[in-house]
Every structure is written in C-alpha cells, then in structure tokens.
C-alpha cells in the first residue's frame, strides 16, 4: 500500500463519480443487482464504497475450488468489517469432477483450449447462475489494468443485455491504494506480496518491478489470449475472468 497509494489530481472527483454511477444503478436495478467481486483490491473499494453508503447491491464472489487461502480468508473478514453477506458460487460439481477425472488438476498448463475450459466450468458457469434473474452487475475493471481493457466503459451492457457497471473503470492504481488507506478497507495480505492481480492458485504469481499489473496472470501465455472470459476486450460483454 506505501509503495503505490498516492493523492493525485482529480481523485475526489473519480470517487464521487464511482459513487454515483453506482447509487443510480442501485435506484434503477433495486434488488436486482449484484456486485460480482473478485476479491481484488478494486472490488474491495467497491465493498466498500456500496457499505458505507448502503446502496442496495447485492455481494456475491465465485469460488473456484482453486482458490489462495488467502482469498479464502478475506471472505470471513469482510462479513465481520462490514455485516454483508456474501454469496459465494461455485462451479457444478459432477462437470468439475468429470474436467478433472479426464483431464488432471494441472489441466489448464497443457493448452489455451484446456485452460480456457477449465475457466468455463469454474467461473463462466457458476457466474451465468450468479447473474441469472438480474439485471444490472458491479465489476472492478479498470483501464489500466491492460491493453484489452484499455476502453472500458463506466457502464455498458452484456451480452445477455444486463447492465455491467464498471465504477472505477477510469480509477488509477493509485486510486485505489489511497482509497484503501484513506477507509481502512480489508484487503487480500498477497497484495504485500506483489500481487496486483489475484486469481486462482495455480494461475497467478507475484510479479517484479516494471512487469505489466496482469502480468502474474497466466503467465505462461501469450499476452492476447489473457483473459478468461469473464470480460470480453472492450469490457461490453459477459464472460467471467477475473
Ligand atoms: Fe482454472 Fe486457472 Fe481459470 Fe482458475 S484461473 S478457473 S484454475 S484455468
């Protein structure tokens, strides 16, 4: 947090601007809205910022099978900081079982096409579940998180044609280190740990100075093929990655 938290010009304002842009979501989709967290220092901020507030958004995160306990840990931290409960998701038992007895739980190493079938099953499919019956969701992308999300809209619509509100997508990353440290907002400890960007175990790292902020996820990729399908490239769409 020392290392990137920093009051830069205009952060009240993109704070404020978040904060709208979420309150008009919750009037226009009450009680059907969510906000599906990754549990990433952004989604965090934006925990907060719907707690503090009492906007009327529900909190639901996915949870793999192949999460950091860290991750894990977080769940309990936030339902005891701010009383919310959180609706966790998880993938379809007898598709995972039936992936992993044909595949192996290092499936996703051997192939873009194996990865990316091992995200559908743990993310894409328990998020269309997490989303079904709403109209409106919350995500924590950001335009500087990337090259394919460099055009991230505030708000847009999936392809399913709910609303995907993206408060901070104009936020920095400075941005959301001093909103953490400004409201005192838990956070995922591997964050200390140089991991900008948290996903599942086997799939992210820690990265070094001058690395790109996703460069931790998928690593061994190629950087188009990074994304798991929760967020298409210009961010419009559904899919599931975190
Ligand atoms: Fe599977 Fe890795 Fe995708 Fe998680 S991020 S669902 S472990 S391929």
Known sequence: MQLYARLTSGHDARVAKALQVLQQAAAEHAGRIVQASSLGAEDMVITDLVARNRLGIALATLDTGKLHPATCGLLSRIASHYGLAIEVVRPEAAALGAFVAQHGEEAMYRSIALRRACCGIRKLEPLSRMLAGRTAWVTGLRREQSAARERVP?????????????????????????????????????????????????????????????????????????????????????????
């Open 154 to 242: 505030l708000t847009t619509r999936d392809a399913e044609g709910r609303l995907k509100v993206n408060p901070l997508a104009n936020w920095t990353w400075a941005d959301v280190w001093q909103y953490i440290g400004n409201h005192d907002v838990p956070y995922n400890p591997l964050h200390d740990r140089f991991y900008p960007s948290i996903g599942c175990e086997p799939c992210t790292r820690a990265i070094t100075a001058g690395e790109d902020l996703r460069a931790g996820r998928w690593w061994w990729e190629d950087e188009k093929a990074k994304e798991c399908g929760l967020h298409v490239p210009d961010g419009a769409g559904t899919g599931v990655a975190s």
